[in-house]
């Protein structure tokens, strides 16, 4: 074979091989790019389905004639627990339907809640005491919850 004809496919083949892994660098970088692409727009998603659920899970303010009102009302004799959003009437029920006072891990058990993780406690503790701030319910001393006298 001609000496001039295997060297010009010898170089050819180092300027192949160079294209070849310098592509083979410029992949990697743009694979990684993408990876990191893909999991920002996974966190996106999720943030988004994060909110839906804390907007779908917050009260709506109520208005009247475009001033905002008392969602949980304070409890009177002539008040009866229906004026309480649902979630409210179903933990006033389950501490009225309690033998003596409960804490808010019972009353989350009733209800289904994940009473192990605390994250998800801590609200319905929350609406505990909103119904006690507002008089339909007393809490004792040692942190328990319980019907008014």
């Known amino acids: 074979m001609d000496p001039e004809l295997l060297e010009r496919i010898t170089a050819r083949r180092a300027e192949l091989d160079e294209l070849e892994e310098r592509l083979a660098k ?3 970088e743009v694979r990684a790019e993408r990876d990191e692409l893909a ?3 996974v966190l996106e998603r999720m943030s988004e389905q994060l909110a839906d659920e804390r907007a ?3 009260p709506v303010p109520g208005q009247v004639g475009g001033r905002a009102v008392m969602l949980i009302p304070h409890h009177a004799p002539d008040v009866e627990d229906t004026v309480l959003p649902p979630e409210y009437q179903r933990i006033l029920a389950i501490v ?3 033998a003596g006072p409960v804490m808010a891990r019972q009353v989350g058990e009733t209800l289904g809640v994940d ?3 605390r994250s998800k406690l801590e609200p319905l503790r929350g609406k505990l005491v ?3 701030d507002r008089g339909w319910l007393r ?3 040692d942190g328990r919850f319980t019907t008014r006298l």
Do not use: M
Request: proline share 5%; net charge positive; aromatic share 0%.
């Open 26 to 28: 410029e992949l990697a």
């Open 39 to 41: 999991v920002e727009r």
């Open 56 to 58: 779908s899970a917050a």
């Open 96 to 98: 009225r339907q309690a």
């Open 115 to 117: 009473i192990s993780v």
């Open 130 to 132: 909103r119904l006690t």
């Open 139 to 141: 809490k004792t001393p």
